[in-house]
């Protein structure tokens, strides 16, 4: 086992301090790299503040790694050292139920996908995410980082990216499409990025006007504010597709009536309390309310690929890890522009 220094929660009202955590060694089909960035995602926050769930103390958040490989399994085939590679949101499934079997293993049901933190490992250890030095994960479970992308902009493609693209993708977002993104926040400026990349008409739904500039220039040819009156009225029937990345409850119905006939709102956001959902904002358009969940380790490296070969990646503001309290409070009040990223060079001396 190798020691390493991370940022842990210790309960769900105290801040993140520093501290040490345990890697297991490196077994034959195993990638160790040293983590050079962490995103910080609103999940995260949720996570250590028990918003979900009671989590399993320590928390080591960080499900959007990127790092070089130091170490190699001697089974290992597609990793080398030296490899800029990423990890997300899990670090093992079964392998075996259809899903996995499919390439979905985010939606696994032999026993569910074993997230990178607050799960338990095949060898019956706690999972620790990225605010850490370095990482042990099975290669199955490592992507790729191209070349042409910066690994601190890339590292939020690993959740925030991936989340977006796999709906768009799921639900046909290309020329033609007109697609509301609600919430201009981490999730959010990729879902713009990404499907005006698709050829998509894009429309950001934020609660204000601040961030108007920053939408029309990531991609969207409309921008409207929610707190402003007779925006939802404008906007009825508007859109194909509606990507909610909304981390707080909202007045669903309102939204909801935004969708065009047979067109889909997809609950992305996945905030605390349970969704409310008025009939009559859905049958009347025959609309439907979808949900999805990050996206298989084989669409993870699509959408990776797919940001190199179109020239995107996340808007950072790259963060020292004392700062990390300070960003959560930032992320909570949308004072985030659009992802902050944990260097954790000082975590890996
Ligand atoms: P984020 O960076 O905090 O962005 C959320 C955005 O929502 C904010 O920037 C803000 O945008 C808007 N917002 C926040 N509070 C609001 C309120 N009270 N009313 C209306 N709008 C509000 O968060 P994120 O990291 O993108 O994550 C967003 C949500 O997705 C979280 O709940 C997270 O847990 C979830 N998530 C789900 C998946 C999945 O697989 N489905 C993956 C990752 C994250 P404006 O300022 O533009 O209004
Ligand atoms: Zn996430
Ligand atoms: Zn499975």
Not at 163 to 169: D, E, I, V
Not at 323 to 340: G, K, L
């Amino acid at each position: 086992m190798t020691v390493v220094a991370a940022y842990a929660a210790t309960s769900s009202t105290g801040p993140l301090t520093k501290t040490t955590i345990t890697r297991r060694d490196v077994g034959p089909r195993d990638v160790r790299f040293d983590i050079h960035f962490a995103g910080i995602c609103h999940s995260d926050i949720h996570t250590v503040r028990a918003e979900w769930r009671q989590p399993r103390y320590p928390v080591v958040p960080g499900h959007e790694i990127a790092g070089i490989v130091t170490e190699v399994g001697s089974e290992v085939t597609g990793f080398k050292l030296g490899d800029r590679v990423g990890v997300g949101c899990f670090v093992d499934s079964c392998r075996d139920c259809d899903n996995c079997a499919a390439g979905l293993e985010q939606y696994c049901i032999g026993g569910g996908m074993i997230g990178t933190y607050n799960s338990v490992g095949r060898d019956g250890q706690p999972t620790h995410g990225g605010y850490s030095g370095s990482i042990v994960v099975d290669e199955n479970y490592v992507l790729h980082i191209p070349e042409a992308l910066p690994l601190d902009a890339a590292a939020p493609l690993l959740c925030a990216g991936i989340t977006t693209y796999s709906p768009l993708r799921h639900w046909n977002v290309g020329p033609g499409s007109r697609v509301g993104v609600v919430g201009l926040g981490g999730l959010g400026h990729m879902a713009v990025k990404l499907a005006t990349a698709m050829g998509a008409e894009v429309t950001v739904l934020s609660q204000s006007l601040k961030k108007m500039e920053d939408g029309l220039r990531l991609g969207a040819k409309n921008y409207h504010a929610t707190s402003e009156p007779g925006t939802f009225k404008k906007l009825r029937n508007s859109f194909d597709v509606i990507l909610n990345t909304v981390s707080a409850n909202l007045d669903l119905g309102r939204y909801l009536e935004m969708v065009d006939l047979d067109g889909v709102f997809v609950e992305l956001g996945a905030p605390e309390n349970p969704l409310v959902v008025p009939p009559f904002s859905i049958i009347g358009m025959r609309r439907s309310i979808a949900g999805s969940v990050i996206g298989g380790i084989a669409e993870t490296q699509e959408v990776l690929d797919f940001c190199a070969a179109h020239g995107i990646a996340s808007e950072i503001e790259v963060i020292a890890p004392d700062y990390i309290n300070e960003a959560y409070e930032r992320v909570v009040a949308s004072d985030v522009r659009y992802r902050f990223v944990i260097d954790t060079e000082s975590l890996r001396s």
